[in-house]
């Protein structure tokens, strides 16, 4: 077993109410802005942690998607997923509830679309993200296939 880590830095300036930040992946991978207000509300234009958890999500299960596919002897000529995270604010604050995940595979070879049920559950169940939040947060997914 290979150990490693990751990380990302906020580097913020100013009060919470009118201050605003930037988060940088430590592999120089992407560098988004930040600020409270839209974080509490609406985004526009300005990550949320619930933007960047949808991200994770959508990357591993995507990815993941199409390792599986691949295992089982097919091929895509494309996977898309959306990840939409659905949290609830109140007086506790911002708490997430739970991840719905909508895969679409383009050009399904190999294997019969009517395995992608069983194929989306195994990517589901070994996704990373997934295994993180199962527990605290409802997950679901839907894989289609289209030509």
């Known amino acids: 077993m290979a150990t490693f880590t990751r990380h990302a830095v906020l580097d ?14 430590g592999t120089g991978a992407f560098s ?3 600020s409270f207000p839209r974080v509490a509300g609406d985004p526009t234009g300005v990550k949320t942690p619930e933007e960047l958890l949808g991200a994770a999500h959508a990357i591993c299960y995507g990815v993941g998607l199409r ?10 000529r494309r996977v898309k997923v959306t990840a939409t995270i659905t949290a609830d604010k109140g007086s506790e604050g911002i708490r997430i509830r ?9 050009g399904l070879n190999g294997i019969p679309p009517a395995s992608l049920p069983e194929v989306a559950a195994a990517t589901e169940k070994g996704c990373t993200i ?18």
Not at 67 to 76: E, F, K, L, P
Not at 98 to 106: I, P
């Open 98 to 106: 739970a991840s719905h995940l909508v895969g679409v595979v383009e």
């Open 32 to 34: 988004v802005g930040a």
């Open 67 to 76: 390792s599986a596919i691949a295992q089982r002897g097919g091929t895509a």
């Open 12 to 25: 913020w300036s100013g009060d919470v109410m009118h201050g605003t930040g930037t988060i940088s992946a």
């Open 130 to 147: 997934s295994i993180a939040l199962r527990g605290s947060v409802a997950i679901s997914h839907d894989v289609t296939a289209t030509d």
